[in-house]
């Protein structure tokens, strides 16, 4: 029964995203296409962004830019983002 469980993962800037249950992975949405990718990496050191003495049992990772589509790469080498805001 597990093994058919659907989850909806949440990205924000994208629409509700469906996908069967799996391995830790994360998300990559293409601003240009809006289509989302699966990366399987993750970093070991994301623990540490939390506080000290915190202790991080999930997180989730939603990473923004450009896929290597070729009309992607070409949209995003015509219309440059923004340069993000200071924090
Ligand atoms: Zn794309
Ligand atoms: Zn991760």
Known sequence: MEMNAVEMVEIPGAPPHYESKRAHHHHFLCEVCRK????????????????????????????????????????????????????
């Open 36 to 87: 989302i990718y699966t990366v399987e990496n993750c970093s070991p050191d994301i623990g540490r962004l939390a506080p000290p003495a915190f202790t991080l049992r999930h997180h989730t990772l939603a990473l923004y830019g450009v896929c290597a589509d070729p009309a992607c790469v070409q949209n995003a080498l015509r219309n440059p983002p923004p340069a993000a805001p200071p924090q």
